[in-house]
């Protein structure tokens, strides 16, 4: 099926209307969606108590983005360089399985998640914002980014979020997937997924 064949929700076509056809396919073909954490569910700063434990800042945009994309259908994956149990913690609330921390080469995660998922590299997307993501940028059909990494990386990027990390930015990507699959018009129907109205935590 071509765009051609696809029936859009208004709302989908106005969030589909700056991205190229080639950046559309992209995004119709994923079925796993891996995401960094630091830089991209968070603004990138480690905050630290008078007991040493790190405490970082999550989105409720980006928690509930996340949690859209698992109620229709599309594996979610969080891949981390760094390890600790609030990455751990924020997974289990959202509801994630695939959490894989103190990760240096993520390439290799994304490959043996394929395998697990029998996807082809095509069908997988990531969002990273720094040199630890770029062999997994490179690996996947749709690789995205947040506005403020490193030049080379959004240069790499086949979408560049005009969010900053831990604002949104991971949202706004998995608004983007969902319209181009048209799966997020349904949302806006008078009948939502009963999900959505029964205070699942974001």
């Known amino acids: 099926m071509n765009q051609a064949d696809i029936s859009y929700h208004p709302v989908e076509s106005l969030l589909l209307a700056s991205l190229s056809p080639e950046t559309r396919e992209r995004l119709r073909a994923i079925r ?23 405490i970082k800042a999550f989105h409720a945009l980006d928690g509930y983005g996340l949690r859209l994309l698992q109620e229709c259908g599309i594996t979610v994956a969080l891949i981390t360089g760094r390890s600790g149990p609030i990455v ?73 979020s005009d969010i900053e990390g831990g604002y949104g930015a991971a949202r706004k990507c998995c608004d983007l997937i969902l319209a181009s699959q ?17 205070g699942s935590p974001q």
């Open 32 to 54: 796993l969606m891996a995401f960094d954490v630091d830089g991209v569910l968070t603004d990138g700063r480690l905050f630290y108590n008078e007991e040493g434990e790190c």
């Open 88 to 160: 751990a913690r924020r997974a289990s609330e959202l509801g994630i399985d695939e959490v894989h921390q103190g990760i240096r080469d993520k390439s290799i995660v994304l490959q043996q998640l394929a395998q697990k998922y029998a996807l082809d590299m095509q069908q997988i997307g990531y969002m990273g914002d720094d040199i630890i993501d770029l062999s997994a940028m490179k690996r996947v059909g749709f690789a995205a980014t947040v506005p403020n990494a490193p030049q080379y990386i959004r240069q790499l990027a086949h979408w560049v």
């Open 182 to 198: 048209a799966r997020l018009g349904h949302y806006f129907t008078p009948t939502p997924p009963v999900s959505l109205i029964t």
